[in-house]
């Protein structure tokens, strides 16, 4: 009988727990003298017989495991994992207290990396494993044994890991489990997608990937294991409060910037109207000022703008919100009228506030049967609402827009 082989690291990727016992269980070793090799094994006693591992990893079958991305504030250390207890609640089944879960690092864009199954689930694995001779010291996710910036196929899963510390886990259709088809699922998985170094088909694969730097916890019981933790719901009641503090700090900030934004705007075309008492309606103050400084200079007199494309460029700068809700626009003599969509129309609040932004161009915004009409404001006591501001022009014929 031969002697197991020294190894500095075993890794073992566990079939569906369901389909206990195992006939066919994949494994690769590292030992520092002879490299990387795998090899499949029908049951974890020849792994034990062949094998004499200083460090043993595991990864669950993605059919036992679940994967995912969080989006959470920047917490403190301390308070991560509370948060992502919390944020399960919405996504595991079970209640998080149940859950054996892992997660990594936020990264910049706000995302946090977590793996999850059942404390029992875990149990079972880690138990079957500890009775063949083979303890574990890492359970971890099946990305985590790929090299980055790869992608492979297991068991109808595609698998790929897009960087140090994230990876997907995601099931193929039936029927659909070629290479190709693969390929095409992990390209419509990704806005932008990663550059993926495709490996073997099924069956033996080179999981030699570098180090995963986080785990799931071993979920070993204890003797308050099954009862309620009762530091558990003060800790999200703290993360709920910091994420609160954060989102309504931010708010301010934007709704204090787009305050600023708008006094400005208002500030530069008073100064535009003051300038110049002949223009009819500020849209674009530094443009429209630049325009009327330069004809002075050039002695040809004022700038005189037309009605019907001072008020289309006074439409489209108003409606920007309104996007895919106007039905018709039509102008005549002087009048810009918009119809809504069908189920489409201007809350009253919605109605006083564009109202506002269109006296500030020297507009009058008025509701209509079917929606709302524009108009040059003749009734302001600024000069530039006054009739004079206005470059005569006979009644237009009427211009329609759908």
């Known amino acids: 009988m031969s002697m197991p082989q020294q190894v500095d690291l075993l890794r073992l990727l566990l079939p569906p727990l369901h389909d206990a016992p195992w006939d066919q269980i994949a494994c690769v070793g590292y030992a520092s003298a002879g490299g990387w090799h795998s090899a499949v094994y029908a049951n974890l006693a020849a792994i034990k017989n062949d094998y004499k591992p200083r460090r043993v990893e595991v990864c669950l079958h993605p059919g036992d495991l679940s994967m995912a991305e969080l989006v959470l504030p920047p917490l403190p250390a301390k308070r991560q994992r509370s948060a992502v207890l919390g944020a399960l609640e919405l996504l595991a089944l079970d209640a998080p207290e149940s859950l054996a879960?892992?997660?990594?690092?936020?990264?910049?864009?706000?995302?946090?990396?977590?793996?999850?199954?059942a404390n029992s689930t875990l149990q079972t694995a880690v138990q079957t494993l500890q009775q063949h001779g083979l303890p574990v010291q890492a359970l971890l996710p099946a990305p985590a044994f790929l090299?980055?910036?790869?992608?492979?196929?297991?068991?109808?899963?595609?698998?790929?890991?897009?960087?140090?510390?994230?990876?997907?886990?995601?099931?193929?259709?039936?029927?659909?489990?070629?290479?190709?088809?693969?390929e095409a699922r992990l390209q419509q998985l990704f806005e932008e997608p990663p550059a993926l170094q495709w490996l073997a088909g099924e069956g033996v694969i080179p999981w030699t990937g570098a180090d995963w730097p986080w785990a799931l916890t071993t979920g070993k019981k204890t003797a308050t294991s099954g009862q309620p933790r009762h530091w558990l719901r003060p800790a999200l009641a703290w993360a709920t409060a910091a994420t609160a503090v954060w989102l309504l700090g931010l708010n301010v900030y934007a709704e204090q910037v787009a305050s600023?934004?708008?006094?400005?705007?208002?500030?530069?075309?008073?100064?535009?109207?003051?300038?110049?008492?002949?223009?009819?309606?500020?849209?674009?103050?530094?443009?429209?000022?630049?325009?009327?400084?330069?004809?002075?200079?050039?002695?040809?007199?004022?700038?005189?703008?037309?009605?019907?494309?001072?008020?289309?460029?006074?439409?489209?700068?108003?409606?920007?919100?309104?996007?895919?809700?106007?039905?018709?626009v039509q102008y005549r003599n002087g009048q810009m009228d918009i119809q809504w969509r069908e189920g489409a129309a201007l809350r009253p609040e919605e109605l006083q506030a564009l109202q506002t932004q269109a006296y500030e161009r020297g507009l009058n915004v008025q509701p209509s049967e079917a929606g709302i009409r524009l108009q040059v404001d003749t009734s302001q006591t600024n000069p530039v609402a006054s009739p004079e501001g206005i470059s005569p022009v006979p009644p237009a014929p009427s211009v329609a827009l759908q």
């Open 147 to 182: 090299p980055v910036a790869s992608a492979a196929l297991l068991d109808g899963w595609v698998v790929a890991r897009t960087c140090a510390d994230r990876g997907i886990m995601h099931p193929l259709p039936p029927g659909q489990h070629a290479p190709v088809d693969a």
């Open 101 to 117: 879960v892992g997660f990594g690092r936020r990264g910049e864009d706000g995302k946090v990396p977590v793996c999850w199954t």
């Open 260 to 328: 600023e934004g708008r006094d400005i705007s208002r500030n530069m075309a008073a100064q535009v109207k003051a300038a110049f008492p002949e223009v009819s309606m500020v849209i674009n103050p530094l443009q429209q000022a630049r325009q009327m400084r330069d004809a002075r200079q050039s002695g040809d007199g004022v700038v005189n703008e037309p009605a019907f494309p001072a008020l289309a460029r006074a439409t489209v700068s108003l409606l920007t919100d309104a996007d895919g809700q106007v039905q018709r």
